[in-house]
């Protein structure tokens, strides 16, 4: 009720239904989530008035891409026909979830403690260079639409704590096929380079007038 009448944010709103559905900050595998809710990470400014500008909070993130998305229909219904074999597994859309341990770190690799619980999830590697985070933009891209694999979420930290953001600890993550080193990284035009204009961007959409009105059917979705 206090949600309803704009008594709290929709952030501590977020989080208070997080808490309350299991998730902690001390538990990987069930840490809080969050929605992508900005769609246009390659425009020079961003426009709250702009529908297009947001994503559709009432589809997950494997249905936004009609392309992908008359792929996960058509594995689904391919096994959907296999029938009641007991060797075949039940019909699913996904083959993947939009949170867990591995997504987490991937979003955080650049902070410790995370930096090493990733390496401890590897063997005691890094991922390979052209599979860490690198690339908001890019990122949203393959939840989106173009990665069959990937239908993630965000975590919490996208829209409160530009550090993750920044190699402040100067890891060597690499280089890419494409020889790109793998640094801090990568913000859409709108931010400037600057990862605290990034967050304050993206808490800023989360808190407008368009995310408040369709919110409550991302929650529906997850909670």
């Known amino acids: 009720k206090m949600w309803q009448r704009g008594e ?15 998730r902690s900050f001390h538990d990987l ?32 993130m494997g249905a936004l891409g009609e392309k992908r998305l008359e792929q996960f229909l058509e594995r689904y219904e391919s096994l959907d026909s296999i029938g ?15 949170s867990c341990t591995g997504y987490v770190l991937h979003y955080l690799l650049r902070l410790q403690p ?12 890094l991922d390979k260079p052209d599979r860490l ?23 919490p930290e996208f829209y409160c704590m530009p550090d993750f953001l920044t190699n402040v600890n100067k890891f060597h ?9 793998v ?7 709108w931010a400037n380079g600057d990862p605290r204009k990034f967050v304050r961007l993206m808490r800023e959409a989360l808190e407008c007038k368009h995310v408040s009105e ?6 529906d979705l997850i909670f």
């Open 84 to 98: 009641d074999d007991e060797n075949s597994p039940p019909p699913f859309h996904y083959g993947t979830h939009y």
């Open 29 to 60: 595998t069930q840490y809080p989530v969050f929605p992508w809710v900005i769609a246009d990470y390659e425009s020079d400014t961003l426009d709250f008035s702009n529908p297009a500008t947001f994503r559709d909070l009432s589809k997950p």
């Open 214 to 219: 369709h919110l409550h059917h991302w929650i």
């Open 173 to 181: 993550f690499g280089t890419t096929q494409k020889g790109q080193v």
């Open 8 to 22: 709290i944010s929709n952030f501590d709103y977020l989080m208070h239904l997080n808490f309350s559905a299991g």
């Open 183 to 189: 640094d801090d990284v990568k913000l859409p035009p």
């Open 114 to 125: 995370y930096t090493g619980m990733l390496m401890s999830l590897q063997s005691g590697h």
């Open 133 to 155: 985070f690198r690339c908001v933009g890019e990122s949203w891209k393959s939840a989106s639409s173009e990665n069959i694999q990937d239908v993630r979420e965000l975590t």
